[in-house]
């Protein structure tokens, strides 16, 4: 594709809304620093205060659902064509999501987590800086970096491609909406989703970088002494977005995998040297006992902490499932919409008539829905197979 005809297949209402907001807040960022500061704070604060119980309870049924997915008959279902095969090695999209979906982030967070969690135990479970609060701080930063954020990981993956490569849908987090919202999602509704999308996009990457940027200057810093500033946190932020830009531009197959293979072979070789210069026991000790408080809590640190205990957690999440069934029955003839079934999912349809002597019909194709409609005549169709 060249450069023209990636300029025409932005999308003007998508693009220029997503631009404006994003030069917005940096103009707020650069001239009044403070006042975005406290007004992002007092976001958060709010944001955690009021819906906190529902991130996390929702990232637990991310997790259950991941699992039913990776169990269940659904979990064969080939993201492409069914004679495609995969792009990648295995091994290279291990690389690949590590460095691409983590990144800067667990390198970052890998040590200040534990640190932070370390000197001020989480809800005031361990003496700080005890051995507790060692094996607490480990248990909570497995809990971060886990199995709850590789399901999240994992759903929105899932639903981008399988739209995109099963469905032969854009490439567009509206693309995963569609089955909701029907000829909706190329309106005001789908295109508000997808400016969301790249503003959150740009927002986590730019945190990552900053947080990079940080991370390598005071490295640099505690090497060589070339002190920490503005000037120094640009340039390289100006030379890993180098790095990015030359990486996008070689595409996935090369510079992204090139990399990322190259990221995992370095993080290997720190941690084989970790483990020989110790301290070994001490790590081994803590891995293994961390890791088991993580596997056996799990399901306690899925729910609200402060609300375990509280008659109004139930009550909550009775409500919050409830809601769920009620939104799924609403949609559920919208579910099965025709216009997303193709020759790619065949189902197969067997007419039950109302008389007993001619249930003995053939099988015949269908490429409709899965379930089973009435006819007017007492018979009526069984639907199933296909994805």
């Not at 996009?201 to 810093?221: E, K, P, V």
């Amino acid at each position: 594709m060249s450069t023209t005809d990636r300029l025409r297949s932005v999308d003007p209402a998508v693009f220029w809304p997503a631009l404006a907001i994003t030069a917005g807040f940096i103009s707020w960022g650069a001239l009044a620093p403070d006042s975005l500061a406290s007004v992002t704070q007092a976001t958060l604060s709010a944001i955690i205060n009021g819906f906190g119980w529902g991130f996390v309870v929702s990232t637990a049924l991310f997790l259950v659902f991941a699992g039913f997915l990776a169990i269940s008959r659904f979990g064969k279902i080939r993201l492409g064509a069914d004679d495609e095969l995969p792009e990648f090695r295995t091994v290279s999209w291990v690389c690949m999501m590590f460095s691409v979906g983590m990144g800067i982030g667990l390198m970052f967070w890998g040590v200040a987590e534990p640190v932070f969690h370390f000197g001020a135990p989480p809800h005031g479970l361990a003496v700080a800086q005890s051995k507790e609060a060692a094996l607490l701080a480990m248990k909570y930063s497995y809990f971060h970096w886990a199995l709850h954020p590789w399901a999240i990981y994992a759903i929105v993956g899932l639903a981008i491609a399988y739209f995109t490569y099963r469905k032969g849908l854009p490439i567009l987090i509206s693309s995963a909406f569609t089955p909701l919202l029907g000829k909706a999602v190329n309106g005001p509704i789908g295109k508000t989703i997808d400016i969301l999308a790249v503003i959150a996009t740009l927002f986590g990457t730019a945190t990552s970088l900053g947080l990079g940027a940080q991370q390598i200057n005071s490295g640099l810093n505690f090497l060589w002494g070339t002190g920490e500033g503005t000037g120094i946190a640009l340039a390289i932020i100006a030379v890993l977005s180098m790095l990015f830009i030359l990486s996008a531009v070689s595409g996935v197959g090369r510079g992204v995998q090139f990399l990322s293979n190259m990221n995992m072979v370095v993080a290997a070789a720190l941690l084989l040297f970790l483990a020989v210069v110790g301290p070994t026991i001490f790590i081994l000790n803590t891995f293994t006992e961390a890791l088991g408080d993580y596997l056996a809590d799990l399901v306690t640190m899925s729910v609200p902490h402060r609300r375990l205990q509280r008659r109004q957690m139930a009550r909550e999440l009775d409500d919050l499932l409830l809601g769920l069934v009620g939104v799924l029955g609403a949609f559920r003839r919208r579910l099965y919409r025709a216009h997303l079934q193709r020759p790619l999912d065949p189902r197969i349809c067997h007419w039950r008539p109302a008389h007993p002597e001619r249930r003995n019909l053939p099988l015949v194709h269908h490429h409709g829905w899965d379930g089973a409609a009435f006819g007017t005549d007492g018979g009526w169709w069984s639907c199933r197979g296909g994805q």
